[in-house]
């Protein structure tokens, strides 16, 4: 299932001073000097950095904020683990029982390999709910995660989106970039869900 946001990020990858030096708004010596751009598209640039990194994290596989999420299970995937991608640290493991009553499972009853980003049940597993989803994890991403190379992915997918804000172009040779978006973000890509 997708991971729900339960928490919001407390900042994105990007700054909007990052953003406005590589649309060229900003000099690196005007960010450096403080100065700010009398920008009147800030609002949009900053939606467009939020949608940038969703689109990166759907392509990596993992989350690049250190927001909280919620993912829900139907059953464990092979009756003893369950799979939590993008998860750093595990907030709690909740399931609803066979009378359909919220409990909360001990964190000694799991352990959690952040390796391979699996939850591993060390206890005996009590009867689910028939209920759809009736098991629970909600886990905290780190940015840390956010290296250079990835930022400039982020960058040059931002910089696609501020030159082209329609879905069609007309009259013009369009070609994709050998060294762009991708080509940054592919070698960091743990999920194959997306071309």
């Known amino acids: 299932m997708t991971p729900r946001e339960v928490v919001a990020p407390t900042a994105e990858p990007l700054t909007i001073d990052e953003a406005r030096v590589h649309l060229r708004q900003l000099s690196d010596a005007d960010v ?3 100065l700010s751009a009398d920008v009147d598209d800030d609002s949009w640039v900053l939606a467009r950095i939020k949608a940038v990194r969703q689109w990166a994290e759907g392509f990596l ?4 904020t250190d927001a909280t ?3 829900a299970f139907d059953e464990f ?10 998860a750093v640290t595990i907030t709690s493991v909740q399931y609803l029982d066979a009378a359909h009553a919220l409990q909360t499972l001990s964190p000694a009853a799991y352990t959690f390999d952040a390796w391979h ?3 591993y049940i060390t206890a ?8 759809a989803s009736p098991i629970r994890v909600r886990y905290k991403a780190d940015a840390t995660a956010v290296t ?3 930022k400039t992915g982020l ?3 931002l910089g696609h989106l501020y030159e082209n804000r329609e879905a069609s172009v007309i009259g013009v040779s369009v070609a994709q970039l050998p060294m762009g978006v991708e080509a940054f973000l592919r070698p960091h890509r743990i999920s194959l869900g997306m071309a």
Do not use: C, H, M
Request: proline residues 3%; negative net charge; aromatic residues 8%.
């Open 61 to 64: 596989g993992f989350k690049l």
């Open 155 to 157: 960058l040059l997918l």
């Open 148 to 150: 250079e190379d990835i």
């Open 124 to 131: 005996a597993w009590p009867a689910l709910s028939s209920r």
């Open 117 to 119: 980003q699996t939850i």
């Open 77 to 86: 995937t092979d009756s003893t683990s369950l799979l939590v991608e993008g």
């Open 32 to 34: 450096t000097a403080n």
């Open 69 to 71: 999420y919620e993912v």
